[in-house]
Antibody, heavy 118, light 109 residues
Framework: QVQLVQSGAEVKKPGASVKVSCKAS????????VHWVRQAPGQGLECMGV???????NYAQNFQGRVTMTRDTSTTTVYMELGSLKSEDTAVYYC????????????WGQGTLVVVSS | QSALTQPRSVSGSPGQSVTISCTGT?????????VSWYQQHPGKAPKLIIY???KRPSGVPDRFSGSKSGNTASLTISGLQAEDEADYSC?????????FGTGTKVTVL
């Protein structure tokens, strides 16, 4: 079955970086987009960006210059690195799969809590 | 891109129907029939329940239905059940990236 398994919770200091992983299994890795979506405490979902089947990326304007998404096809793992962390970046970060031409997120990782605190 | 606007909360008794609105603009909801809805229980990841405005993935009960008129999409839950108590978020394609709604908490009285 389709699974997206994310890395564990992180605690970081302001100004630091965090790298979250998302290991995919149960489907053809190179046929799907992977998006990163975050949810701050008590807030709604927010798209951060996407990495497409060819490995190209598209980042939301709010995160331009601070976020980098990469993938390793040999381990079917996608990574999201967010730098210059601020307290407002405290959130649960999700990876989510989108089929080519699907325009929806049909499978999600379990989420990774990132806490930014001095 | 600004978040799509949803009511903060709606409630209903078991068996009743509730409708959640999702208001966007002519650049997102109004331009594309790619509105999806997600159900999220506390501490859990979102789950896709409606896609392409009104289609249901396999396994989603038919008491969940979606529609769209102009810049506003809607999710209706008919025959409300206790397990439907959760947060619901809409999402629209708007080029890349996508834009989500502000989220609605559904309470079953």
């Amino acid at each position: 079955q389709v699974q997206l398994v994310q890395s564990g919770a992180e605690v970081k200091k302001p100004g630091a970086s965090v790298k979250v992983s998302c290991k995919a299994s149960g489907y053809s890795f190179t046929n799907y987009y992977v998006h990163w979506v975050r949810q701050a405490p008590g807030q709604g979902l927010e798209c951060m960006g996407v990495i497409n089947p060819g490995g190209d990326t598209n980042y939301a304007q709010n995160f331009q210059g601070r976020v980098t998404m990469t993938r390793d096809t040999s381990t079917t793992t996608v990574y999201m690195e967010l730098g210059s962390l601020k307290s407002e970046d405290t959130a649960v970060y999700y990876c989510a799969r989108e089929g080519v031409g699907a325009y929806n997120f049909d499978s999600w990782g379990q989420g990774t809590l990132v806490v930014v605190s001095s | 891109q600004s978040a799509l606007t949803q009511p903060r909360s709606v409630s209903g008794s078991p068996g009743q129907s509730v409708t959640i609105s999702c208001t966007g603009t002519s650049s997102d909801v109004g331009s594309y029939n790619y509105v999806s809805w997600y159900q999220q229980h506390p501490g859990k990841a979102p789950k896709l329940i409606i896609y392409d405005v009104s289609k249901r993935p396999s396994g989603v009960p038919d008491r969940f239905s979606g529609s769209k008129s102009g810049n506003t999409a809607s999710l209706t839950i008919s025959g409300l059940q206790a397990e439907d108590e959760a947060d619901y978020s809409c999402c629209s394609y708007a080029g890349s990236p996508y834009v989500f709604g502000t989220g609605t908490k559904v309470t079953v009285l």
